[in-house]
Nanobody
């Protein structure tokens, strides 16, 4: 059974940076596309960034383009989300998700992802 554990969340000031990490276990990491989603109270979970199995294809939401970068380290079974120039509207619980797939497509909907982490809180103060 796949397990995902996020880390790196916290409280940060506007304009500063934070790096989230998600460690994968329980299956072959390279068989999964990976993604970050985020959610605030009362809103649906939204796609932030995703990366294909081999790491060659990435996708990011318009709201984070130019500020957030997703990457993966397959030997370490870990993905990262580097978040720069953080804004108050980036405040959310961030979730790591895994999609077992044979394609090189990065899905952006929650239903495409089979496994989820418990989430890590990111708070950006002004």
């Amino acid at each position: 059974q796949v397990q995902l554990v996020e880390s790196g969340g916290g409280l940060v000031q506007v304009g500063h940076s934070l790096r989230l990490a998600c460690t994968f276990s329980g299956d072959i990491f390279g068989a999964y596309a990976m993604a970050w989603f985020r959610q605030t109270p009362g809103k649906e979970r939204e796609f932030v960034a995703g990366i294909s199995r081999g790491g060659k294809v990435t996708n990011r939401a318009d709201a984070v383009k130019g500020r957030f970068t997703i990457s993966r380290d397959n030997p370490k079974n870990t993905i990262y989300l580097q978040m720069n120039s953080l804004k108050p509207e980036d405040t959310a619980v961030y979730y790591c998700a895994a999609d077992q797939t044979i394609s090189g497509v990065v899905q952006t909907t929650t239903v495409a992802y089979d496994s989820w982490g418990q989430g890590t809180q990111v708070t950006v103060s002004s």
